[in-house]
């Protein structure tokens, strides 16, 4: 297997490497390629995968300053990924497909080395790529996280109580689905404002202590404004269950941002799991958790932590004394949505069934 020192040069990429970085070095992947073409549906992680036993710690290896780690727009489809060993250290290096006709740059010119291509003495064959459009390669499957990014998931439980209600549907109906039409009192808003409906938030539990640590709000739908009063007249756009008289409604903001790179915290981290969206006991790849730490500890989003089952205590069965197991690996998730004391990730890989009450912790 292959394996290079984790020294980082220019723009004091050391900051972000983390404290994993300093004490073991980077592996390659089984059969890394010396190149590779970005195509459309790839992400980061998965770019970087190709390259690396260890997807996050793709900055180790990209030149890349602080503000692009944290807002990578810089992978198109078309672009070449090359994993340059032109210098001491391994790099993963972009570059430009040449143009056919005769217009690429000679290896070494000016306009080489300002596309970033590698250097002369590792020339590569020209590439050929169909011209797709130009949207950059995101660090995930957008898709996954975008309903999470614009929804207030956490909440206050009592300022919830203010939020405008259902108070009456079309025609009496108990429920509506999408179409139907709400009477809402409380809602300030123009015609054809959008909204997102909320049932009454449900408390988060400490592992530990059984004491909430936050209320999660559970969205149930969206619906537009179409015409103002008291009551205001609502039309259903979207359900995930019924809705009904007494659940809340709250402006609709727009999504986050969904491009950011994974990285280790800066900070010491130990957490658990509380929960798994939508409330199932277990969850594996590509599902969202929440764990009961967040900014206060220093995490932000993009952050990457390992997922860890518990140590657990077993009786030795000769002597019958308690033996003390440690916890093995179980796998990574990628932090979207920070609050103050919870924070939402994507579970990017697992070895098997994650839990809540499972461990996180700096990866």
């Known amino acids: 297997m292959k394996k290079f020192s984790t020294q980082v040069l220019g723009f004091a990429l050391a900051m972000f490497a983390g404290t994993a970085s300093a004490s073991q070095p980077v592996e390659l992947a089984k059969d890394a390629p010396d190149k590779y073409v970005v195509v459309k549906g790839d992400t980061l992680w998965s770019i970087s995968g190709k390259f690396l036993q260890q997807p996050w710690r793709w900055p180790d290896i990209w030149q890349l300053n602080r503000e692009q780690i944290a807002n990578p727009h ?25 143009a056919t006709g005769g217009g690429g740059a000679a290896p070494g010119s000016d306009a080489a080395l300002a596309r970033n291509d590698p250097p002369a003495e590792r020339a590569q064959p020209r590439v050929r790529v169909e011209q797709l459009a130009q949207e950059p390669v995101p660090t995930v499957d957008a898709h996954r996280i975008e309903p999470f990014l614009s929804r207030p ?19 009496g109906r108990v429920y509506l689905g999408r179409g139907g039409l709400a009477f809402v009192r409380g809602a300030n808003g123009e015609p054809g404002s959008d909204w997102h409906i909320y049932r009454r938030a449900h408390p988060l539990l400490d592992p530990d202590t059984r004491v909430p640590i936050a209320w999660e709000a559970e969205f149930v739908g969206t619906a537009r404004m179409e015409r103002q009063g008291d009551p205001s007249t609502m039309r259903i756009t979207g359900t995930t269950e019924e809705v009904g008289p ?94 103050d004391k919870i924070a939402y990730g994507l579970i990017m890989g697992s070895s098997r069934d994650v839990a809540v009450g499972d461990d996180v912790t700096n990866p």
Request: glycine share 10%.
């Open 74 to 98: 810089l992978i198109y489809p078309g672009d070449v990924v090359y994993l340059d060993h032109s210098g001491g250290t391994p790099r993963l290096r972009l570059g430009k497909p040449v």
């Open 246 to 339: 007494g659940d809340r409604l709250v402006p609709a903001d727009s999504a986050m941002p969904v491009n950011y790179a994974p990285r280790p915290p800066e900070a010491a981290v130990n957490g658990r799991i509380v929960s798994v969206y939508r409330g199932v006991a277990q969850a594996g790849r590509n599902n969202v958790i929440a764990v009961n730490v967040g900014a206060t500890n220093g995490l932000a989003v993009g952050n990457v932590l390992a997922i860890k089952e518990r140590d657990r205590n077993v009786p030795d069965r000769e002597t019958g004394e308690p033996i003390r197991l440690p916890g093995q690996p179980i796998g990574h998730l990628l932090l979207f949505r920070v609050f």
């Open 153 to 171: 998931l956490i909440v206050d439980e009592l300022a919830m109580q203010a939020h405008p209600r259902i108070v009456a549907t079309q025609d």
